[in-house]
């Protein structure tokens, strides 16, 4: 069993900041690849940002140099530092991995943190 803690979310003003982390927990023996999606109202999901087991990362066009994904590896975790924030960024923000455990290569998601622009 694998468990994905997103936090961070929230009210944010339009040329802000805010950080998410996602800490995952359980079952695990090895992650690859991490990263962060998300949903807006009426849209379909999308990718925002991924970094591999190596860091290597690969970001949305609409966020490259405003967002930063990072990982720290001793944790389990992975955070996304959202800079210079628009109001098309208001969304569902979701954390995904993948990893190992006795079975195999899975991928998980986590449940989701709203961020919502603050007047």
């Known amino acids: 069993q694998v468990q994905l803690v997103e936090s961070g979310g929230g009210l944010v003003q339009t040329g802000g900041s805010l950080r998410l982390s996602c800490a995952a927990s359980g079952s695990i023996f090895r992650i690859g690849v991490m990263g962060w999606s998300r949903q807006a109202p009426g849209k379909q999901r999308e990718l925002v940002a991924r970094i591999t087991s190596v860091g290597v990362t690969n970001y949305a066009d609409s966020v490259k140099g405003r967002f930063t994904i990072s990982r720290d590896t001793a944790k389990n975790t992975v955070y996304l530092q959202m800079n210079s924030w628009k109001p098309e960024d208001l969304a569902v923000y979701y954390c995904?991995?993948?990893?190992?455990?006795?079975?195999?290569?899975?991928?998980?998601w986590g449940q989701g943190t709203q961020v919502t622009v603050s007047s």
């Open positions: 995904n991995v993948d990893y190992t455990d006795s079975t195999g290569w899975h991928s998980y």
